[in-house]
C-alpha cells in the first residue's frame, strides 16, 4: 500500500483539513501564538574567538538554539542545495515513490511521510526524505535522488563543509564547557560522527491554523544544524513561550540536540521546537543532523560531575536511546 503523500493531498485541491491532522486545541497555532518582540540569538563567527565562545556558549544554556553568520558557507551553494531538493519533490508521484523508506521495517532512509501509529494520534502535514550524509563507511547511494543528476554532487559538497562547520561549532561548545577543544567531538564518535539529512516539505495548508508541520520536541542529536527557504515557520520555546525564528539569509539554524544536553549534564538546553505550515506557500527546510555512531556511549562527562553537581542522565549507547525516544520510553 503506498503511503498517502501530504503533497499529493494539498495538490488535489483540498479547502478542509482532514480530520487526522487537526492537532488538538492545546497545540493548535490559533491557541498557541507566538509572543512578540523576542529574538533569538544571532552570533557572527567573524568576532573575536573568546566572544564566540562566549557568545554560542550563552545561547546554548538560555536558548537551546541560535543562528550562526559569517560560517564561510557561499550562498551558491546553499541555493543549489535548496534547488535540487525543490527538483526532487517537483517530479512526478511515480518517481518519488521509487525512494520510497519503510520506517515500519526499520528502513529510515529515502522518501516518507510521517504516519500515525495508532487512530489515536494525529498526522503533522510533512512529506520528507531522509538519508546518511558521512562518513563514508555509512552511506548508501541507492537511497539518494537519481534525479535531479546535480543532487549527489551538490549534497557531498554541502556534507564536507558542514563537517567543517560542526568541528568548529563542537570546539566552541567545549571550551564553553571549560573543556579542551577536541573533548565533545571525541566523546560523539570523532571520525566516525554522522551526518544524516532530512528535506523537510510542507505543502501548502487549506487550515494552517488547525495544523502542525512537526509537532514540538527536542531532537535526539548532538546538533542540528538547518537552512530554511524563503517561508518562515519554525518556532522554539523560551520562558513558557513560543518564539517565532526569523529569516535571515544564509544564516545558518543550529539547534542543540539531547546528545549535547547529556554530555554537558544539563548546562547546555536541547531546545524544545515546531513547525507551522502557510495557507499559500510551500515550506521547506534542509535539516542536518549531527548524531554519534549508534555504539557509542553517551552519558555526562565525567570532568563536569563531582558531588556538588552529581550526574543528571543516565550512561547509554545512542542506539538504546534512540529506541527510548522513538518509543516514548523514560531514559
Not at 491557541?31 to 512578540?36: E, L, R
Not at 542529536?221 to 517561508?231: G, K, M, Q
Amino acid at each position: 500500500m503506498v503511503a498517502e503523500r501530504v503533497q499529493a493531498l494539498a495538490l488535489g485541491g483540498l479547502n478542509k483539513l482532514p480530520a487526522q491532522f487537526i492537532r488538538p486545541a492545546h497545540e493548535r497555532p490559533e491557541n498557541t501564538v507566538a509572543v512578540d518582540g523576542v529574538t533569538v540569538p544571532v552570533i557572527s563567527l567573524s568576532q573575536p574567538h573568546d566572544v564566540v565562545v562566549k557568545e554560542v556558549a550563552e545561547a546554548c544554556q538560555e536558548w537551546g538554539f541560535f543562528l550562526i553568520t559569517d560560517h564561510g558557507i557561499s550562498p551558491s551553494l546553499i541555493q543549489r542545495l535548496k534547488e535540487v531538493g525543490q527538483e526532487f519533490f517537483e517530479l512526478p508521484q511515480e518517481e518519488k515513490e521509487a525512494y520510497a523508506n519503510d520506517a515500519a521495517c526499520g528502513k529510515l532512509e529515502g522518501y516518507g511521510t510521517k504516519m500515525t501509529k495508532n487512530l489515536e494520534e494525529k498526522v503533522e502535514w510533512i512529506d520528507y526524505y531522509f538519508h546518511v550524509m558521512a562518513p563514508a563507511s555509512k552511506v548508501n547511494y541507492d537511497v539518494w535522488p537519481k534525479n535531479p543528476p546535480a543532487y549527489r554532487g551538490v549534497t557531498e559538497e554541502y556534507s564536507k563543509e558542514i563537517l567543517r562547520i560542526t568541528e568548529n561549532l563542537l570546539q566552541l561548545l567545549s571550551e564553553g564547557l571549560g573543556l579542551a577543544g577536541k573533548v565533545l567531538k571525541s566523546c560523539l564518535g570523532d571520525e566516525e560522527l554522522e551526518l544524516e539529512m532530512k528535506i523537510n516539505m510542507y505543502p501548502p495548508c487549506p487550515q494552517p491554523e488547525l495544523a502542525l508541520g512537526v509537532e514540538p520536541h527536542t531532537d535526539m542529536s548532538a546538533l542540528t544544524i538547518l537552512v530554511p527557504n524563503d517561508v518562515p515557520g519554525l518556532q522554539v520555546w523560551k520562558d513558557d513561550n513560543w518564539v517565532a525564528v526569523n529569516l535571515l539569509e544564509n544564516a545558518l539554524f543550529v539547534h542543540v540536540g539531547d546528545q549535547i544536553e547529556v554530555l554537558s549534564n544539563g548546562k547546555y538546553k536541547s531546545v524544545l521546537h515546531r513547525s507551522l505550515v502557510n495557507k499559500e506557500c510551500t515550506r521547506m527546510s534542509w535539516a542536518v543532523f549531527i548524531a554519534p555512531p549508534h555504539e557509542a556511549n553517551i552519558g555526562p562527562l565525567s570532568e563536569l560531575v563531582n558531588d556538588q553537581n552529581q550526574a543528571k542522565y543516565s550512561t547509554k549507547t545512542y542506539a538504546e536511546y534512540r529506541h527510548r525516544k522513538f518509543n516514548k520510553l523514560p531514559q
